[in-house]
């Protein structure tokens, strides 16, 4: 009776130790999504940012898991403000989750986006 006591224990505790393993790596993946899309929305910010100071066109590649939309002179990721710019985006960009390879450049006194 023990040793079946014993086995059942163990299966238990083999099968939570199995669902912590998998709930932390997904924990893990989905921080790495945001870092990923953290990071878009920072390279995007920067390259605008660049263009506004140096008239310069720029180009930017990018790999997000959420949506981003460039508006006015906000960056949204998802819902929420991610920066601002002194300058303002010509038109309202969405980008979906993906690969982006975007061009930024200054065009009647506004940046222009398209990729």
């Known amino acids: 009776m023990m040793s079946v006591l014993r086995a059942v224990a163990t299966c238990v505790l083999a099968a939570m130790a199995v669902s ?3 709930l932390g790596l997904r924990t893990l993946d989905t921080a ?7 990071k878009g929305g920072s390279r995007i ?12 066109e720029q180009q930017v590649e990018i790999e997000i ?9 906000r960056i949204l990721i998802g819902e929420t ?5 002194e300058g303002r985006f010509l038109s ?21 986006v398209e990729g």
């Not at 403000?81 to 710019?85: I, Q, S, V």
């Not at 309202?92 to 222009?112: Q, S």
Request: with cysteine; proline share 4%; aromatic share 6%.
């Open 20 to 22: 912590l393993g998998t």
């Open 65 to 73: 898991y959420s949506p981003i939309t460039l508006l006015e002179n």
């Open 92 to 112: 309202r960009v969405e980008l979906a989750p993906g690969k982006h390879r975007l061009r930024v450049r200054l065009e009647n006194g506004g940046l222009w």
């Open 81 to 85: 403000l991610y920066g601002e710019l």
């Open 32 to 38: 790495r999504k945001h870092q990923l899309t953290l």
């Open 45 to 56: 910010l920067s390259a605008a940012r660049t263009c506004l100071a140096t008239g310069n």
